[in-house]
């Protein structure tokens, strides 16, 4: 079962406009939510964070807008450049089933293309 | 400091035959996590391990295990290798294992193939 939703799987977006992508998620223990970047051939990197005590998180062209009604959550890439080329990843800590601490549970993630 | 390093970067292997692949935790760094990340898909918790000793295990079969060392180094094995353990095994490190919030950094990975 898919703890967090991620959508789109692809993202093609000109350089220069807003790079939108969305997770889901269901468990309301949830208590921080972090996105990942990664790069072909590298290992993903915490790009930026929020937890649920805040609605929307900037740094610098990077927002993550946060809706606790609705579990979900999003991030924004202002002004996107061929650099922000990527596959980028929601997650959330959770404890897996056996485990004893916090592990992070992936989104499928998203395809970024950004073209000149 | 330097990041997490992961050992080695490519590694084809024919199915039955096992697999070492190792990690070495940025410096401070005591808790080790493995994950798998199958082409197209997000990471997988298979692992973690904090002061030498198994914190937590993914939903994973016993082929495989891994092992910390007393310098937070670690190692995952991978017994009677099939076709479907082909994927990017990466390490993650963090300073504690309790916290939700503590910060994993990720290593670039060991991509294994197996034919």
């Known amino acids: 079962q898919q703890q967090v939703k991620q959508s789109p799987q692809s993202l093609i977006v000109q350089k220069g406009g807003i790079s939108i992508i969305n997770c889901a998620y269901e468990?309301?223990?949830?208590?921080?939510f972090p996105w990942y970047q990664q790069f072909p051939g590298k290992g993903p990197a915490l790009l930026i964070a929020?937890?649920?005590?805040?609605s929307e998180k900037k740094e610098g062209r990077f927002t993550i807008s946060f809706n606790k009604s609705a579990k979900q959550f999003s991030l924004h890439i202002m002004d996107s450049q061929p650099g922000d080329s990527a596959t980028y990843f929601c997650?959330?800590?959770?404890?897996?089933?056996?485990?004893?601490?916090?592990?992070?549970?992936f989104g499928k993630g998203t395809k970024l293309s950004v073209i000149p | 400091d330097a990041g997490v390093t992961q050992s080695p970067t490519h590694l084809i292997k024919t199915r039955g035959q096992h697999v070492t692949l190792r990690c070495s935790p940025i410096?401070?760094?005591?808790?080790v996590s493995w994950y798998q990340q199958v082409l197209g898909q997000g990471p997988q918790f298979i692992f973690q391990?904090?002061?030498?000793?198994?914190?937590g295990r993914g939903n994973f079969p016993d082929r495989f295990s891994a092992r910390q060392f007393p310098n937070y180094s670690s190692e995952l094995n991978v017994n009677a290798l099939l076709l479907g353990d082909s994927a990017l095994y990466l390490c993650?490190?963090?300073?504690?294992?309790?916290?939700?919030?503590?910060?994993?950094?990720f290593g670039p990975g060991t991509r294994l193939t197996v034919l």
């Open positions: 391990y904090y002061e030498k000793e198994e914190r």
């Open positions: 929020i937890r649920p005590d805040v």
């Open positions: 468990n309301t223990a949830f208590d921080y």
């Open positions: 993650a490190a963090r300073r504690s294992w309790e916290s939700s919030t503590d910060t994993q950094y």
């Open positions: 997650a959330a800590p959770m404890i897996p089933s056996g485990a004893g601490s916090y592990q992070l549970t």
């Open positions: 410096s401070g760094h005591k808790s």
